[in-house]
């Protein structure tokens, strides 16, 4: 069972260049999502999901966008590259158990704009 | 408007004593809380949680306390050792009722340095 699966772990863009942030997950969840962590200002919501097809702005979507074709996949675009977006990203998709509810979070993509 | 706050963004204690990490929050809407813990190029991993019906939650050396009328919560970690040096963050969300419907409003992190 590999959770949520993201790639590539590190990356460096040049700025005005595009790529794409790969999240994948085995669990089924229906709820994915995509934040940011900046240093010393925690994780901010970029994009989130509530299943195939449907997708929703978070708190900081400008600069991003994504899709969501099928449950286990759901990737984040970066079109135009620009220094501000130099950060980690983090996938998640969202469970819920008898005792607590929560996220499963990917290991992350470190990028940097150049 | 963080609507999640850590005010504290490193705390250092020896190891064997207790560690406390605080967090608060403005949103009375709010009625679920998450402590997650992260390590260097990890992702965050789930800690330990508590609803607003209760006051307290215990799992093992990990104990979250809520109080809804300060808007307060604080995780304590009874012995703190060496392994629990890493940034933690402190989560909130409403409407838990509606499953997996939930964004999470993340803290800005509080890094825990364990002393051996």
């Known amino acids: 069972n590999a959770g949520v699966t993201q790639t590539p772990k590190f990356r460096i863009l040049k700025i005005g260049q595009s790529m794409t942030l790969q999240c994948t997950q085995d669990?089924?969840?229906?709820?994915m999502y995509w934040y940011r962590q900046d240093p010393g200002m925690g994780l901010k919501l970029i994009y989130y999901?509530?299943?195939?097809?449907?997708?929703d702005k978070g708190e900081v979507p400008n600069g991003y966008n994504v899709s969501r074709s099928t449950t286990e996949d759901f990737p984040l675009r970066l079109e135009l590259a620009a220094p501000s977006q130099t950060s980690v990203y983090f996938c998640?998709?969202?469970?819920?158990?008898?005792?607590?509810?929560?996220?499963?979070f990917g290991s992350g993509t470190r990028l940097t704009v150049v | 408007d963080q609507q999640v706050k850590q005010n504290s963004p490193s705390l250092s204690v020896q190891e064997g004593r207790i560690s406390i990490l605080n967090c608060d929050y403005t949103?009375?809407?709010?009625?679920?809380f998450l402590w997650y813990k992260k390590y260097p190029a990890e992702g965050p991993t789930f800690l330990i949680s508590?609803?607003?019906?209760?006051d307290k939650n215990e799992d093992g050396r990990f104990t979250v306390f809520l109080n809804k009328s300060a808007k307060h919560l604080s995780l304590h970690i009874v012995p703190s050792q060496p392994g629990d040096s890493a940034v933690y963050f402190c989560?909130?969300?409403?409407?838990?009722?509606?499953?997996?419907?939930?964004?999470?409003?993340f803290g800005t992190g509080t890094r825990l340095t364990i002393i051996p």
């Open positions: 999901s509530v299943g195939a097809g449907i997708t």
């Open positions: 949103n009375s809407m709010f009625d679920y």
């Open positions: 989560a909130a969300t409403s409407d838990i009722s509606n499953f997996g419907n939930e964004k999470l409003t």
């Open positions: 669990m089924n969840h229906n709820y």
């Open positions: 998640a998709s969202s469970y819920s158990t008898s005792s607590h509810y929560g996220y499963t």
């Open positions: 508590i609803s607003s019906i209760k």
